[in-house]
């Protein structure tokens, strides 16, 4: 497994060989097995799995909603897996939670879910009704004070629960598949508040989801859970270009709409049984230069499209295109070469 | 023209009555609303992954529940003659239907608030105690503000039930209209003394129904 943390920054999380059981009447089932994760503080850290891989349950060891079987949790210098009674319960409002369902008090208005946790914390009422006020504010839900959570829409709601949870001020954000049950588009706004916070709080934020799109977006590191491992971990941005295990290069599909290229290769192998098929995997600014015009103008070479796709990650664009390069091969293998050259990653995809 | 329909009906007789019935109707669903609440909540706290899960005293409490809500109410108030003599210090009259009337509605209304807490979404008590919430904290601002109308449309029926006891506690002295009806109407054949206090009834069903429909529907915002 690759380590890959920054140095200098201190560790806000670690996890050190943790295993979680649970018994039922059919046996022992094992939801997480061996996992040692270290998360370092302002990090956004994704772990990525299908539904059953143990991510529900990793993310609740964080926060001591569940105990691990084996191994130690530790956040903020706190051995969270071995607290109970008050120091957990202090420990939790630095740590909080938003959910997929949200979770709202439906009996409450927004103002009064987001005083919530500020009550539990024995805040006075007129500094909660002036954080309640800040909170409102910075997660974008002005005028919308009094309205109950029925009245909102599921945006709105994940909204409350982003408020809600940052109001004790905690060092550490889990995200359990928060916008799992979104729309595409409010997602995306979901996700651009949750990167804002980050910037702007210096807030720890551990997400898990079965959506590459949102470790792609907003995530810095990633680790792929499968079966109650970590099978993969690594920078997202490494992870999307040079993914190792297969569940991955599965993840990873799909956003990179492999898929179709696929089937769209096969058929200009087919209609252009000449040239090469070249499929090009550009990284950071390297995505936003003009390659192909400066292809066809310096080489003797027809260049065709069949596939593109642009990514856009916390740290940088990320593309993949797939081009036909037909004409004399002398011409065709010059290009190649200086495709090459430029630090593209590059894959000459042979007929056969 | 009433007192043609109603010849036999006096009603000085038939207003103490109706006060008596509602005095018993009254404190006894105050009563049960406040231990069926107690009983319920332990019953929900104690069952299987709840917060005090605990397979004892959840079998011991739901036997209790159990027993009670199977003795028929009848039945109840004969069994509890002595309980209620060492409590009341009588037998007879409104006060002494009270332990009987209790002890038989707190049992089913119990049974309604656990129905009502097990509809509450357990995702947010997850979320209370993700919080950093206390189990009392969790009881008072997630368990009941969330289970409120249930609980409150629980206790509708429990009281709509409570008005059925206390015409069956009537038959054997404790008064109110049941007692009215049993004795001047039926005994003593006077049909009409029967008819009006079973419309009085009725009109306290009724009115409880309302109050208990409006109050509910004005705390739900879902």
Known sequence: ??????????????????????????????????????????????????????????????????????GAVVVNGQEISSISGNKLRAARQKIS??????????????????????????????????KVKELIELVGLSGREKSYPSQLSGGQKQRVGIARALANNPEVLLCDEATSALDPETTDQILDLLLDINKRLGLTIVLITHEMHVIRKICHRVAVMEVGQIVEEGEVLQVF???????????????????????????ILQNFPTGKIVKLTFIGTKSEQPIISHLIKEFDVEVNIVHGSISHTAKGPYGTLFVQIDGVESSVEKALSFLKSIEIQTEVIEHD | M???????????????????????????TGITFVLGLAIGILLFLTSPHQLWANKVANFLVGAFVNIFRAIPFIVLIILLIPFTKLLVGTIRGTNAALPALIIGAAPFYARMV???????????????????????????????????????????????????????AGTIGAGGLGNLAFIDGFQRSRGDVTLMATIIILVIVFVLQFIGDLITS????R
């Open chain 1, 1 to 70: 497994m690759r380590i890959t943390l920054s140095k200098g920054v201190p560790i806000m999380i670690e996890l050190k060989n943790i295993s979680k059981l649970y018994s039922t009447k059919n046996g022992e089932i094992t939801a997480v097995k061996d996992v040692n994760l270290t998360i370092q503080q302002g990090e956004i850290f994704g772990i990525i799995g299908y539904s059953g891989a143990g991510k529900s349950s990793l993310i609740r060891l964080l926060n001591g909603l569940e105990k691990p079987t084996t």
């Open chain 1, 97 to 130: 939670m938003i959910f997929q369902h949200f979770n709202l008090l439906w009996s409450r208005t927004v103002e009064e879910n987001i005083a919530f946790p500020l009550e539990i914390a024995g805040v006075k009422k007129e500094a909660r009704a002036k």
């Open chain 1, 241 to 267: 270009q040079n993914p190792q295990a297969p569940i991955t290069k599965n993840f990873v599909m799909q956003v990179s709409g492999k898929k179709e290229a696929t089937q769209s290769i096969t058929q």
């Open chain 2, 2 to 28: 009433i007192n043609q329909l109603f010849p036999h009906v006096d009603w000085e007789k038939m207003w103490a009555a109706t006060y008596e019935t509602l005095y018993m109707t009254l404190i006894s």
């Open chain 2, 114 to 168: 656990l129905i009502a807490l097990r509809e509450i979404d357990k995702g947010v008590i997850e979320a209370a105690k993700s919080m950093g919430a206390k189990t009392s904290t969790i009881i008072w601002k997630v368990l009941l503000p969330e289970s409120l109308p249930a609980l409150l449309s629980g206790i509708t029926v429990t009281a709509v039930a409570l008005v059925g006891y206390t015409a069956m």
């Open chain 2, 218 to 221: 004005k705390t739900d915002k």
